[in-house]
């Protein structure tokens, strides 16, 4: 009914499901009812509004009476599935008898509506091998309730499902966050590998361009060599002309310097033999000089 009123009005209205039509019902109540609550209103609200006595109140249970699930705490907010709240008394839901072993009577395999074993998934269940229940279709059990109602041991079949089902559910959730961080960690080693290889490569090839380069220098300077040598092989003439006519100064200015030094270390050397000869009269008799020595000291004398 409440999905129907859900789907009605947006459809027709355009309104989102901001509020839910709910079932309010049992021996506890006054004035049991069909409700439109907003979603988020606490059962404690809408109990109140239907007239609840505490005094007659023994169990509260959220959904159908087969497949409820019991809660303690009223003030729990309905949600978008919430469609029957049930405020039962004791004479409706008395205690439960203790459960006692499985005779195997298979009644609960006889109700049972989508044809399980419910005999077999409790056994799994109770021992915790939930691969074997797995395999034996537990997540396709509904449960409904009626392997519970009909067994005459008073086993609770449907809790040993639902624990079933929470635990397989945990195991594959930790299974999942295993394989993600193992798919991470994994990735993560790829990506430093790539990276270390990467590294290499760009090591490698700025190796390999800096003896490109070390190369092209060196070639360079073979290059330049060379040329320079081919040019010092071929002088140009006028150059050469140049050069000699500028050795040939410097040679002339070389002879006359050593003419001149030689010239004047003469007449240095004939000063002090005068200056000897005049100190020493009695010593050193005066040379004679014949007619060809003063024609020599003379053209010497010109010269200087």
């Known amino acids: 009914m409440g999905t129907t009123t859900a789907v009605y009005d947006a459809v027709q209205h355009g309104k989102p499901l901001v509020s839910r039509v709910i079932t309010i019902t049992g021996q506890a109540v006054a004035h049991p009812q069909n409700l439109e609550a907003r979603i988020g209103t606490p059962f404690a609200d809408l109990l109140e509004y239907c007239g609840l006595s505490e005094q007659h109140l023994a169990r509260l249970i959220v959904g159908g009476p087969m497949m409820g699930l019991t809660i303690e705490n009223p003030q729990i907010p309905m949600i978008k599935t919430s469609n029957c709240l049930i405020a039962g008394s004791i004479n409706e839901f008395p205690a439960q008898p203790p459960a006692q072993a499985c005779i195997r009577c298979g009644m609960c395999e006889q109700v049972c509506p989508v044809e ?19 395999h034996h279709n537990l997540f396709d059990c509904i449960e409904c309730g009626a392997c519970s109602y009909v067994c005459p041991s008073n086993i609770p079949l449907v809790q040993y499902y ?9 195991e594959d959730a930790e299974q999942r966050k295993a394989d993600h961080a193992r798919l991470r960690f994994e990735a993560r080693q790829a990506r430093q590998e790539q990276e270390q290889l990467e590294k290499e490569l760009r090591r ?5 361009e800096a003896a490109k380069n070390q190369a092209a220098k060196r070639d360079a300077v073979i290059t330049k060599q060379a040329s320079s ?9 006028k150059q050469l002309k140049t050069n000699a006519a500028v050795a040939r100064t410097k040679l002339k200015k070389a002879e006359k310097a050593l003419s001149n030094a030689q010239a004047k270390d003469w007449t240095e050397s004939m000063l002090c033999r005068k200056r000897l000869i005049s100190y020493r009269p009695s010593l050193t008799p005066q040379p004679r000089l014949t007619n060809r020595h003063s024609r020599h000291l003379l053209h010497r004398q010109r010269r200087l």
């Open 204 to 208: 490698k090839a700025r190796a390999e």
């Open 229 to 237: 040598t081919v040019e010092s092989s071929e002088p140009d003439l």
């Open 116 to 134: 399980l074993l419910p005999q077999q998934l409790h056994w799994f269940a109770k021992g915790r091998e939930f691969e074997k229940a797995k």
């Open 162 to 170: 639902r624990f079933a089902k929470g635990e397989i559910r945990k």
